[in-house]
């Protein structure tokens, strides 16, 4: 006999609920760096007007949590499906607070021509993309091995950001007139470094809903 | 001082039935264990082993070992284990033609205890371990009845305690109360388990969470997991815990 029926809606309710979010937060990296790589400004500002919706979206998946945990009184693998739901709605708020900063940043590049390709951001922007898919079919499959592999690409997204820095702190000493905008290049790898960051703290909060472990993959 | 349980190999029957297949457990001293599980799983069963009311039923019978520290329960005069091992049930069940006070004192008078002065100070400490002082010092001769079913389940608990045994038996303590009184009973077994071994039979998993160190999970008979009560309820080893304790199942 199926038991806790409405328990079990309301848990995949908060499962599709968080990857809408990430699905969001996600074309919100998107459209910014897109922004960056086009100078298209209305872009930029899409991503800071939608953080709304994001934010929105997060006390929506709070508030489920709570009242499931208020009604229902979850133990073990329930209980800690909703506690890490919390918390990767938090990392996932952050990402597209991340998003926004890089969207300003953006705007406040605007009409400026480029003191280097694009090269290293775009790659960055592509691996933290496809951390964020893998941490959330992790969440979706209840995968270990793609929520631990994100341990893999977060050390790629690192390596790539000390390069770009070691190269944009260089082209600062050269050219004193591009410092300013070389310190706004190495915030917005900053802002995907730190996506990096969040999409690995999801993959550990999958972990520790599937083991009760609290793995550190950072 | 309280004392640990040790259990080893405990099996118990109803006429042919075979209801605990095989029982081994150490329940520690001065804490409180729970015994969870569905219905008809042993739990009752297993706690009226351990003072020895299982025996009391027509054609049940039980193989095993029972300590209560280094003294081998099932060795003694079934009377001394019931003295040392207190039980309280679901139902608060007072002697209903006897005072509030002579509640509490029936059980030290059959002891021998024959001194008023000594009689009254042993029901006062008792009230008072039982958090029912304060309400019913009063009224002392008022007829037992007349006390609300919390109350009257604290003074159950004040009667079990009245003659000192080492071990206090709940078998599902609170079921029959309200929220408030639950919860006079749950902090009354906080406060009890520095004096008693105490285990408690129930089916309401908050409670079992809420009040116990230890938490054992029974099934058809058979202990399926006995751990701290943080991992039973966080992270259980057994899957057929974790159904169990997220209602999945029983």
């Known amino acids: ?4 029926q409405n328990f079990d809606i309301s848990l995949r309710e908060l499962k599709l609920q968080l990857l809408h979010m990430g699905g969001d937060v996600q074309e919100g990296i998107r459209k910014a760096i897109e922004a960056l790589k086009t100078g298209d400004m209305n872009l930029a500002n899409q991503v800071v007007h939608g953080d709304i919706y994001i934010n929105q979206q997060e006390h929506e998946i ?26 990767i709605a938090t990392d996932l708020e952050r990402m597209g607070d991340n998003a926004v900063d890089i969207a300003k940043t953006v705007s406040r590049l605007q009409g400026q021509t480029l003191i280097k390709p694009l090269v290293d951001i775009p790659r960055m922007a592509t691996i933290v993309d496809t951390m964020i898919s893998n941490a959330l079919n992790a969440y979706v499959e209840n995968s270990l091995d793609l929520a631990e592999n994100l341990a893999t690409q977060d050390d790629e997204v690192d390596h790539l950001y ?5 190269e944009l702190f260089a082209i600062g000493k050269d050219r004193p007139n591009a410092a300013n905008q070389a310190m706004s290049l190495a915030f917005i790898g900053r802002y995907l470094e730190r996506i990096g960051d969040h999409a690995t703290n999801v993959g550990e909060g999958v972990i520790f809903i599937i083991t009760g472990k609290h793995p550190d993959l950072n | 001082m309280s004392q640990p349980i040790s259990v080893q190999n405990l099996r118990a029957w109803y006429g042919n ?22 219905s008809g799983c042993g739990k009752s069963t297993f706690i009226r082993c351990l003072n020895r009311m299982h025996e009391t039923v027509p054609g049940a019978r039980v193989e095993g070992d029972v300590h209560l520290g280094t003294e081998d329960l099932y060795k003694g005069d079934p009377v001394d284990v019931r003295r040392m091992i207190g039980m309280v049930f679901q139902k608060p069940n007072p002697f209903p033609t006897l005072s509030i006070f002579d509640n509490i004192a029936l059980g030290l008078r059959l002891g021998g205890m024959r001194n008023r002065g000594q009689l009254r100070e042993a029901v006062e400490r008792s009230l008072q371990m039982a958090a029912l002082w304060g309400e019913v010092k009063d009224r002392l001769s008022e007829p037992a009845t007349s006390l609300s ?18 071990v206090l038996l709940m078998d599902e303590p609170a079921s029959a109360l309200d929220p408030v009184s639950t919860l006079r009973v749950e902090e009354l077994v906080e406060q009890l388990k520095d004096t008693y071994t105490i285990v408690i039979v129930t089916h309401n998993m908050q409670q079992a969470a809420r009040v116990a160190d230890e938490t054992a ?11 701290d009560t943080t991992t039973i309820f966080t992270n259980p080893g057994d899957k057929r815990t974790e159904d169990y304790i997220t209602g999945r199942f029983g």
């Open chain 1, 62 to 87: 709070e508030n489920l949590c709570i009242r499931l945990i208020a009604t229902q009184q979850p133990v073990a693998t329930d209980l800690r499906k909703i506690v890490a739901g919390m918390q």
């Open chain 2, 217 to 227: 999970f029974f099934l058809n008979g058979e202990l399926v997991e006995f751990a």
């Open chain 2, 17 to 38: 039935q075979l209801t605990l297949k095989g029982i081994d457990m150490e329940l520690p001293a001065s804490q409180v264990t729970a015994i969870i599980g569905p």
């Open chain 2, 149 to 166: 079913g919390g109350q009257q389940q604290r003074l159950c608990i004040a009667r079990a305690i009245a003659v000192q045994p080492e």
């Open chain 1, 1 to 4: 006999m199926q038991q806790r």
């Open chain 1, 162 to 166: 000390r390069q770009m820095m070691e």
